[in-house]
């Protein structure tokens, strides 16, 4: 089953800020199988369903860049994006970098911010966070590319709209290192430095999470198990609520100290769990290796 099947009829909108790889992921829709519009104003929005609802038929999945070269119709899109607007099923991409990894994209690439009216690269970025604030609350799937390199990024999109099921919600558990930072597309984080860390166990030290004799330690420390059991009801319960409400997307972040042991012991668990529980769910490992 390819993208195009699984995803018929349904229309993605990829926007976020400028150097945070909207023209990779546009590129990745188009390989799956979408038909792909790049820096569309929003108000042609519904005029660019109707064409290719008439021209390749209602199943075609269509794929749309907005940014803010749009300018004042880029104002629109949220009223565009309204509920039934467009008469497609919508999922909104929203995709984002921390300044110091956009300013440094945007200086290799030699190319201004569109905003940036005279002024410096950065300002440019801090206008089009302010005018993107909203969108990215409302976004169904928020990428944070600082990390990615192309590759990566194009998996994740593939990973997001190749062949998942699109009617189940489709959760990503990664484990990450407190002094790396906290992930900034994370719906929840998880702390797990409440539990004893391995790296403190000579003959555990140099394994990492995923090993069972660490994965066993950190599960048998006290008060993991009540973790568990704590939380997993809490992460099904939104999970149900984010279905009923159409977000199919869930990322769950789950931390220690260096994102080597603990958190990615409790990630593979908690995705496992999940997976019980009937969702698409997998186990992702920032900081693995990172040390």
């Known amino acids: 089953m390819t993208a195009a099947d699984t995803h ?27 038909y792909v519009v790049d820096n569309m104003p929003p108000s042609l929005l519904r005029d660019v369903v109707r064409l290719v609802d008439e021209s390749k038929g209602t199943e075609q999945p269509i794929a749309v860049v907005v940014d803010v070269r749009s300018g004042s119709f880029f104002q629109s899109l949220q009223a565009n994006l309204a509920q039934g607007a467009t008469g497609r099923r919508t999922t909104l991409v929203f995709l984002e970098a921390t300044d110091e990894v956009l300013v440094r994209r945007q200086e290799a690439a030699r190319r201004p911010h569109p905003l940036q009216a005279g002024g410096r690269l950065l300002d440019g970025l801090q206008r089009e966070r302010r005018v993107l604030g909203d969108l990215r609350s409302e976004a169904d799937l928020v990428i944070d590319t600082t990390s ?15 062949t998942p099921d699109s009617t189940r919600l489709t959760v ?3 484990s990450f290192g407190f002094k790396y930072g906290i992930p900034v597309d994370a719906d929840f984080v998880a702390d797990m ?15 990492t ?42 990322t769950i972040a789950v931390g220690c100290t260096g994102g080597k042991h603990r958190s990615v012991a409790m990630t593979e668990e908690i995705a496992r769990r999940m997976r019980d529980h009937g969702y698409v769910a997998r186990a992702a490992h920032r900081d693995l290796g990172r040390e």
Do not use: C
């Open 148 to 162: 990615l390199n192309v590759h990566q990024l194009t998996d994740r999109i593939a990973e997001a709209f190749g």
């Open 193 to 207: 430095r409440f539990l004893p860390n391995p790296f403190w166990v000579p003959e555990l030290r140099a394994g």
């Open 172 to 174: 990503t558990v990664t």
């Open 209 to 250: 999470g995923r090993d069972p004799e660490v994965s066993d330690y950190v599960m048998s420390r006290p008060g993991a198990k009540e973790f568990l059991d704590g939380y997993l009801p809490v992460l099904v319960g939104v999970a149900e609520g984010y279905l009923r409400e159409g977000k199919r997307f869930m």
């Open 8 to 34: 018929r009829g349904e229309l993605v909108v990829v926007t976020g800020m400028t150097g945070a790889g909207r023209s990779t992921a546009a590129k990745e829709l188009e390989d799956l199988g979408f």
